[in-house]
């Protein structure tokens, strides 16, 4: 039975406009992005390394597909967010919003079974999207500018082989289909609690923005508790870029981001389990 539901769950969000809107936005921002690189990219390596170019002597380019994954990696998952958003703030607001919600719990279907099927739905939109955006950016990227050593600069400068890269990404993609789930999870909460789809959407953002800046704050009290915040680990995907990679710290941000995850289910379910369709 669930699988039923997940099956209409799946069919009832690409039956809308809204849901192609990522995989459109990605499908046309990730080129834009392999087309500057590809056209002014050595410029902009040249000017990036000037002060480098000065200490160290480089051979060869760095500028080939794996950066450009990298560069592709950092800049969408910026923006992932509110793709993400679109869809799952959507999956309970909408029923609310289109007066379905007495039609969906009288059906012969337990009210946990119509939640977990809708939440599982948005975590296979969201998986899609990232796996979309890692099949462009990566293959693409190869194709177009071929493999090679990864040149990253950050507060260190780390030169990854070529040989130890491809792991790397595999693990990255994997944190952000977790960190993008996380903001699927929080959506599908908001999208519980309220009766439109633009609430869950704007209430997921406007949390987001809060606590990046809280955690860009150096108060004491802060610095003691914004470990907690999950905005402080959707971009622990770095983590993996690093020459030896800190298990600790990922295995933290995990745990934080699925904790986040769990709660948000957890809050939908109460409320969903507990509203009455007769008001």
Same mark, same amino acid.
């Given at each position: ?10 069919? *009832? ?67 992932? +967010? ?64 071929? +493999? ?12 990854? +082989? *070529? ?110 389990? *507990? ?5």
């Amino acid at each position: 039975m669930f699988f039923t539901v997940l099956s209409i769950e799946l069919s *009832k969000i690409f039956s809308k406009g809204r849901s192609y809107i990522g995989f459109g936005a990605i499908t046309v921002l990730v080129p834009i992005v392999q087309a500057a690189m590809y056209s002014e990219g050595e410029a902009y390596f040249s000017l990036f390394t000037q002060g480098l170019q000065q200490q160290f002597s480089f051979t060869g380019t760095f500028l080939n597909g794996y950066l450009i994954a990298f560069v592709v990696l950092q800049s969408l998952l910026v923006h992932v +967010p509110l793709l993400v958003t679109l869809v799952a703030g959507d999956m309970l607001a909408g029923e609310a919003t289109g007066g379905t919600y007495r039609i969906l719990f009288t059906r012969p279907v337990s009210r946990y079974t119509i939640v977990l099927a809708k939440y599982s739905a948005a975590l296979l939109y969201t998986i899609g999207l990232i796996a979309w955006m890692s099949i462009l950016s990566m293959g693409l990227s190869l194709l177009i500018f071929g +493999p090679g050593e990864l040149f990253i600069v950050s507060s260190a400068i780390t030169v990854l +082989p *070529k040989d130890d890269i491809i792991w790397r990404f595999a693990y990255a993609y994997l944190f952000g289909i977790l960190s993008m789930s996380t903001v699927a999870s929080i959506s599908f909460m908001f999208s519980a609690l309220v009766e439109n789809s633009i609430g869950p959407i704007a209430m997921t953002m406007a949390i987001i923005i809060v606590f990046t800046i809280i955690s860009a704050l150096d108060a004491g009290f802060i610095k003691d508790v914004k470990y907690m915040l999950f905005t402080n680990h959707l971009i622990s995907w770095r983590l993996f870029f690093e020459e030896t990679v800190p298990v600790d710290r990922i295995l933290l941000s995990t745990w934080v981001l699925g904790g986040h995850s769990l709660f948000a289910l957890l809050t939908a379910l109460f409320v969903i389990v *507990k509203k009455d369709i007769l008001s």
